[in-house]
Structure formats: structure tokens, C-alpha cells
């Protein structure tokens, strides 16, 4: 008789033992919920995960390259990382997330710059900027055509 692998829809941080996260026993995985963990890097030797829709690492201050393949994560649809304060940027395969609706970024005080890609994501509905102190005015989340002025958060711009 063969064993079946487990049927986990949640992770938390209770499942991860190191700073990297490596998930390998779930494809099945809907919500990866890591807030205050102790990662430094996001993605490495994971398998796809195809029906992942919320990851949320917010508080995880030794963050500092992020995710490092979004292709791995497809219908990724709410992304937090708010107070992930060592984080510089958002890596530039977010552009394949053509399902992502928020993208909370709040409290990131040392984030630099979001990628040039992210304008094209058609179904991004809030981006959460407040707190960014050090993201260039140059960045491309300022040319957003889908969003209305009101759900981009205000950002204090680095003079």
C-alpha cells in the first residue's frame, strides 16, 4: 500500500526549521502564512506550486532579496510583505503574475525599487507603498494605468 503524500492547503512558520524556505511536501498548497519568520531567502529548491493564492511573510526582517522565482507561484494572487524592513527589492519575475490583486509592501523602508515589469500587471488592483522611504520616484509602479489614484498608497519619496 502507498503512503499519500499530505493533503496541507496551509503552511505556517511552525513548518520551516531554517532561513530558507524549501516546501517540497505540497503541491497543494493555497496559503503560505510566515509572518515574523526568520527567512533571509524565498523559493529555494521549491517545487511549483500552482494553487497558491496568498503568501504573506510580513515582519520577516531578515528578507532582504525576496522572492526569488515567481513562475514558481502562477496564481499568486495576494502577495505581503509589509515590514519586511531589510527588503531592496521585488524581483522582476512578479511581471508572470497576470492574477495578482494586491501587492502589500507597507513599512519596507529600505526597498529601492519595484521592477520595470509591474505595470503589466493588468489585474493588480492595490499596491501598498506607505512607509517606502528609500523607492526612487523613477520606479514604474507611478505609470499604473489600471489603478485609480486613491488605492495607490501615498509613498514619501526619497529627496
Keep these: 500500500m502507498a503512503l499519500s503524500?499530505?493533503?496541507?492547503?496551509?503552511?505556517?512558520?511552525e513548518h520551516s526549521e531554517t532561513n530558507v524556505l524549501m516546501v517540497k511536501e505540497s503541491t497543494n498548497l493555497v496559503v503560505?502564512?510566515?509572518?515574523y519568520s526568520s527567512l533571509e531567502t524565498f523559493w529555494k529548491g521549491t517545487k511549483p506550486l500552482k494553487l497558491l493564492k496568498l503568501v504573506d511573510l510580513s515582519h520577516?526582517?531578515?528578507?532582504?532579496?525576496?522572492i526569488l522565482d515567481f513562475s514558481l507561484v502562477p496564481n499568486l494572487e495576494k502577495l505581503v510583505l509589509k515590514y519586511c524592513i531589510n527588503l531592496v527589492e521585488v524581483h522582476e519575475s512578479i511581471?508572470?503574475?497576470q492574477r495578482l490583486i494586491l501587492l502589500d509592501l507597507k513599512g519596507c523602508r529600505n526597498l529601492r525599487k519595484l521592477?520595470?515589469?509591474?505595470?503589466?500587471?493588468k489585474s493588480l488592483e492595490?499596491?501598498?507603498l506607505s512607509g517606502c522611504s528609500k523607492l526612487h520616484d523613477e520606479s514604474p509602479a507611478y505609470h499604473l494605468d489600471n489603478m485609480e489614484p486613491?488605492?495607490?498608497a501615498q509613498v514619501k519619496l526619497k529627496e
Design 5 to 13: 503524500r499530505p493533503n496541507l492547503n496551509h503552511w505556517g512558520k
Design 32 to 35: 503560505l502564512d510566515m509572518c
Design 60 to 66: 520577516s526582517h531578515g528578507l532582504v532579496s525576496g
Design 95 to 97: 511581471r508572470v503574475l
Design 115 to 121: 521592477p520595470t515589469g509591474i505595470h503589466q500587471l
Design 126 to 128: 492595490k499596491l501598498i
Design 150 to 152: 486613491p488605492t495607490l
